[in-house]
């Protein structure tokens, strides 16, 4: 993972994660609870690299869609 840094269209926090197929993903830095979020953007992070699903956790990250 990359240390946070604005995105560039909306100024808001993001850092990109290493995706399981190997290329990157922009990620918001703050896990949310999983009921709040679609499905499609539920992420699983382990040991840097950002997994689709959200694991059966209560909380994820999910992915910055700008």
């Known amino acids: 993972m990359t240390p946070w840094q604005p995105c560039r269209y909306c100024g808001?926090?993001?850092e990109y994660c290493d995706r399981f197929d190997g290329g990157r993903i922009p990620m918001a830095p703050e896990e949310l609870p999983s009921r709040q979020?679609?499905?499609?953007f539920h992420r699983s992070v382990?040991?840097?690299?950002?997994?689709?699903?959200?694991?059966?956790?209560?909380?994820?990250?999910?992915?910055h869609t700008a």
């Open 46 to 63: 382990f040991n840097d690299t950002a997994y689709p699903g959200d694991g059966g956790q209560p909380q994820r990250r999910t992915v």
């Open 12 to 14: 808001n926090r993001m």
């Open 37 to 40: 979020l679609p499905a499609r």
